[in-house]
């Protein structure tokens, strides 16, 4: 039996007419570019996370880069992450000029082990990168407790979290800023499933 990687169709089948509408709709205004749904749904997202702005951007690995940009993270400053993530995590840090440092994750969670961030933590620290892994979201009030102490940002790496649920908090909305994903394969529409 073949079972493809990964296949939209069944979910599309469900939302076909609203999404060739849709489509439609963007071809008929000649807009592709930013625009009026780019704002719309930056305005609309942002209400669904609970703060008060998002960006659209280009991807989740711009995202994060942007994030940390505009942390004025750089060469020099180093940031903590998780080690088992995805790849832009890290790469969204070094693309900065600015080193990782990895932090090996919690056995029953998979998300970073808070209890191993502050032997990680160094004069250059500027930030830590929480990865909420497949819809669970990392240990926030653990990690926010910790950059509290020693006046770091922190940032969620939320592209595998849209609508996932912290304490009655949306993903997104739990640290300094964040980044998502639209990747097609990533678990958007059926986020109602992420809140654990
Ligand atoms: C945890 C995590 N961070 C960042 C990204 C990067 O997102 P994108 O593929 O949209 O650049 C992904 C996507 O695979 C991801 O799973």
């Not at 191993?116 to 250059?124: A, F, G, Q, T, V």
């Not at 653990?142 to 922190?154: E, Y």
Request: hydrophobic share 45%.
């Amino acid at each position: 039996m073949k079972v493809p990687f990964v296949s939209l169709n069944v979910m599309h089948q469900e939302i076909h007419t609203e999404l060739t509408e849709a489509f439609q709709s963007v071809l008929n205004a000649n807009n592709y570019i930013m625009g009026a749904e780019w704002d719309r749904f930056q305005k609309d997202f942002a209400n669904f996370c609970g703060v008060s702005f998002a960006v659209g951007c280009g991807n989740g690995l711009d995202a994060l880069y942007l994030v940390l940009k505009a942390m004025e993270i750089g060469e020099g400053d180093e940031v903590i992450v998780p080690s088992n993530t995805f790849i832009a995590t890290a790469l969204a840090v070094s693309y900065t000029g600015a080193t990782p440092v990895f932090v090996e994750p919690n056995i029953n969670t998979y998300t970073i082990d808070p209890s191993l961030i502050e032997e990680k933590i160094s004069d250059k620290t500027k930030a830590i990168i929480a990865v909420h892994l497949y819809g669970r979201c990392a240990d926030m009030d653990a990690i926010n407790q910790i950059a509290k102490v020693h006046g770091l940002k922190v940032i969620e790496d939320a592209a595998q979290a849209h609508g996932a649920v912290y304490k009655g908090k949306k993903a997104g909305s739990l640290g300094d800023a964040a980044g998502f994903s639209f990747y097609p394969g990533k678990n958007l529409a059926r986020s109602e499933m992420l809140a654990w």
